[in-house]
């Protein structure tokens, strides 16, 4: 285990016996993505990843314990959650009332500022965020990776948000407590330090939630057990590539993977559409800066919203080729980003 891996989220040292604290976290866009699980209670993938943590679109939680309160009190963005996000945090809180021992209910306040459900990790930085905020307030002391699988519980992407950087989420092998403890993300060493251009078309949630989406494209879609294998290869060149600092190799791993991702999803029954129209207009014009000899490459995650990889000193004539595109409607300049932070508790 790595140091990082080792050493508790900064602040976490602080968390016991305090009654709250506050986390950092940001989203990562996936460049082999995930996509399935093995297991659906402990959030087992079929196969590993690979992302890169942003620098963009932070998420801020604060949980603050209650030891008087009946139930648990979740705000998102100035609101009171709705019924399916608090469930969702409520039954999280549980696993990490169990881990800790203790029965006190917590209020949760969450500011997210990348769109929620729209393809754009809003679920990586807001589990992650979550993880280290409750952990430290319930005064548990969790290193690193294992912060990132109890993370995975949440939101299977949010263990890579742990770490920054380029980070890796090994998928482990078996089922239970086995497949659980070799399940994990850990950060990735490269001398690369891209840009990555995201092109927004639609920040509004998605019809179909990543989640169904997952498992109606295993049941149905005759691709998805070619695409599993092909992401097992495209994570080990990719990896090479990364070593290698060659980021044409990691943009083209990163394209290829995306679409054929996309083109696993179509063929699922129902048809399972996140790629709209603006979408495959981005996607010609990266074709076409690639073309005049700008090496960028585009991913899309579950939703219509493209990034673009590309070096950081073309960043700026990518924005400027993006900019005139037909339904673009914001473009938000990414570079590699931190990992989860926590301060604390609060008294």
Known sequence: MSRDEQAPVRGEDRGCPGTGALAVAYPNMALVKYWGKRDEELVLPVTGSLSMTLDIFPTTTRVTLRPRAATDSVRLNGRRAEAGARVRVERFLDLVRDLAGRSERARVITENTVPT??????????????????????GLRLDRRTLSRLA????????????????LWHAGTGFGAVGDESCYAEPLRSAIDPAMVVAIVDAGPKALPSRTAMRQTIATSPLYRSWARANSAAL???????????????????????LGLHATMLAARPSIRYVAPRSLSILDRVDRIRAEGIPAYATIDAGPNVAVLCSRQDSDRVVAA???????????????GPGVTVSGPDR
């Open 152 to 167: 995975r519980r949440g939101s299977g992407s949010a263990c890579r948000s742990i770490f920054g950087g380029f980070v």
């Open 117 to 138: 459900g729209a393809g754009l990790a809003s679920s990586a930085s807001g589990f992650a965020a979550l993880a280290a905020a409750a952990s430290a307030a319930y």
């Open 322 to 336: 993006l900019r005139d595109v037909d339904g673009v409607a914001a473009l938000h300049v990414a570079h590699r």
């Open 236 to 258: 080990e060149q990719i990896q090479a590539a990364l070593c290698a600092g060659d980021l044409t190799e990691i943009g083209a791993i990163a394209e290829q993977n995306a």
